[in-house]
């Protein structure tokens, strides 16, 4: 499984779960060092052995992506799914150039365009092939969008449109290549994770990166392409959808 993000606390709460479903782990972060210390805690808290999990270092942009992709991904033979939890953040759309607005564009959607299409490409050739077997006989290609994506914000509806656009491709994929992979959506709500920093938001509505792993655990098992973490923001992301526009154009939140 190849991780992209792999420092964020999202994907580090998730890190596990794949081990214990027999996955070995291709970590890419930008910060190689931090990525090592995300596998020493794997080895020395979980147990899991050192050879089952590789570090990379690896800095997503829009010019390099494509390169970025064929070079990582075609150099892992036994490729059997990809995780991205990379992504960035900004609250206030109205204030970013536009140089800012299309880096993070890129970032959140654009950029990871290539790593999908990669992935899916080889899975669907290894599945043509009988390569993908037993209990991984279809490939995973595992997203971490954002509630976000349900409807535009006043202040984040840039970051919000991102992770609408990713969604959106996530469903074409999933149709596309729904022999050789699940393809899954996930959905979180508020994260207590550094992506919060700055912000004054209900400590209610707060939950911890395991949440996620949660979800993606209902996902596997159940076969949900899209799963919410936790689970109330699919109730509330049902609502917010039925607002009608007149009305949600002059609401601020
Ligand atoms: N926290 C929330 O409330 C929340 C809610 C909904 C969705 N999400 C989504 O969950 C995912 C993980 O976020 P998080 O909350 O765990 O925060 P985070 O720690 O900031 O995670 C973002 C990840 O993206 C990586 N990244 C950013 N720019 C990159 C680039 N140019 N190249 C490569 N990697 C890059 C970061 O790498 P570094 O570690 O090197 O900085 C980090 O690992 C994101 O996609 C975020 O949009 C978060």
Not at 2 to 15: F, K
Request: with cysteine; net charge positive.
């Amino acid at each position: 499984m190849v991780v992209l993000g792999a420092n964020s606390p999202i994907a580090q709460a998730c890190l596990p779960m794949f081990l214990r479903r027999g996955y070995d782990l291709l970590l890419c972060a930008r910060t190689l060092d931090k990525a090592q210390q995300v596998k020493a805690h794997l080895c020395a808290e979980g147990g899991w052995a050192p050879e089952r999990i590789i570090c990379r270092a690896l800095s997503l942009s829009a010019e390099s992506a494509d390169g970025q992709a064929q070079a990582l991904l075609n150099s892992v033979p036994d490729l059997c799914g990809l995780f991205t939890a990379v992504g960035v953040y900004a609250e206030t759309c109205d204030q970013l150039s536009t140089a800012q607005a299309f880096d993070l564009t890129a970032i959140n959607f654009t950029a990871q365009i290539p790593f999908l299409n990669r992935t899916a490409e080889i899975l669907k050739l290894k599945h043509r092939q009988g390569q993908l077997q037993g209990r991984h006989k279809r490939g995973l290609i595992i997203a971490v969008s954002s509630v976000a994506a349900v409807r535009g914000r006043c202040t984040n509806y840039l970051y919000g449109a991102s992770k609408a656009a990713l969604s959106t491709y996530l469903d074409g994929m999933r149709q596309q290549y729904q022999d050789c992979a699940a393809v899954i959506e996930l959905r979180p709500g508020l994260i207590a994770t550094s992506m919060l920093d700055g912000r004054r938001l209900p400590a209610l509505l707060i939950a911890q990166p395991q949440a996620v792993e949660r979800a993606l655990e209902r996902a596997l098992r159940f076969g949900s392409p899209v799963v919410y973490a936790p689970r109330f923001w699919g109730l509330l992301a049902f609502f917010w959808r039925l607002i009608p526009h007149r009305l949600y154009g002059r609401l601020k939140f």
